[in-house]
């Protein structure tokens, strides 16, 4: 049973738009949520996070929006360019603190130039 | 610091034989990770450890599979005998304070290739 879902596995984007990357969740204890980018032959590296009692951070280019009763979060990034193509893993944290991050299955997206 | 470091990097072996991965947490993590990735299933835990302590090994996908952890600067993720099935990536991690639920820093990973 998947605690996290991204739903789609791929998304393809031009250069210069919007990139929108969802993720849902149904376990309503997790106040946590993250989202890590991976370029092909690394690991994951930490892109940006949204505590539970926000519905918005921003950083740059990148935004993550937080639904809490809809158990729906997004990555915006805008405007997007061609190195932004990466796998994108959606994450989230139990209340506890104390046991570890549930990961998405990833969505790969491509930024054509 | 260096960051989690993981060896090999690739590793290639006959079905049957023993692999051993190895990872080097960043120092100060008390929490470390070993996940592996499949286009599948994506991003799997296999198990975890705080502290040196294994906590949950339930993602450990069969009795082949173990990991040991002998003190905070070194871990190993053993497959033995090995199966074209455990063929992936695997990612160690380890996470600041506290414990396992901190942000989680990885390792470049380990293809591993089972033929």
């Known amino acids: 049973d998947q605690q996290v879902k991204q739903n789609s596995p791929s998304l393809s984007v031009q250069e210069g738009r919007i990139s929108i990357l969802n993720c849902d969740y149904t376990n309503s204890m997790f106040d946590y949520f993250l989202w890590y980018k991976k370029y092909p032959a690394e690991g994951p590296t930490f892109l940006i996070s949204i505590s539970s009692i926000k519905d918005k951070n921003e950083d740059g280019r990148f935004t993550v929006f937080l639904n809490k009763s809809a158990k729906h979060l997004s990555l915006h990034i805008v405007p997007s360019q061609p190195g932004d193509s990466a796998v994108y893993f959606c994450a989230a944290r139990l209340n506890s603190g104390n046991t570890p991050l549930v990961f998405g299955k990833g969505t790969r997206l491509s930024v054509i130039a | 610091d260096a960051g989690v470091i993981q060896s090999p990097r690739h590793e290639v072996t006959e079905m049957g034989q023993e692999v051993t991965l190895r990872c080097k947490p960043i120092?100060?993590?008390?929490?470390l990770f070993w996940y592996r990735q499949t286009m599948m299933r994506g991003l799997e835990l296999l198990i975890y450890f705080n502290n040196n302590v294994p906590i949950d090994d339930s993602g450990m996908p069969e009795d082949r599979f173990s990991a040991k952890m002998p003190n905070a600067s070194f871990s190993t993720l053993k497959i033995q005998p090995s199966e074209p099935r455990d063929s992936a990536v695997y990612f160690c991690?380890?996470?600041?304070?506290?414990?396992?639920?901190?942000?989680?820093?990885f390792g470049p990973g380990t293809r591993l290739t089972v033929t």
């Open positions: 991690a380890s996470s600041t304070p506290p414990l396992a639920g901190g942000e989680q820093y």
């Open positions: 120092s100060g993590h008390n929490s």
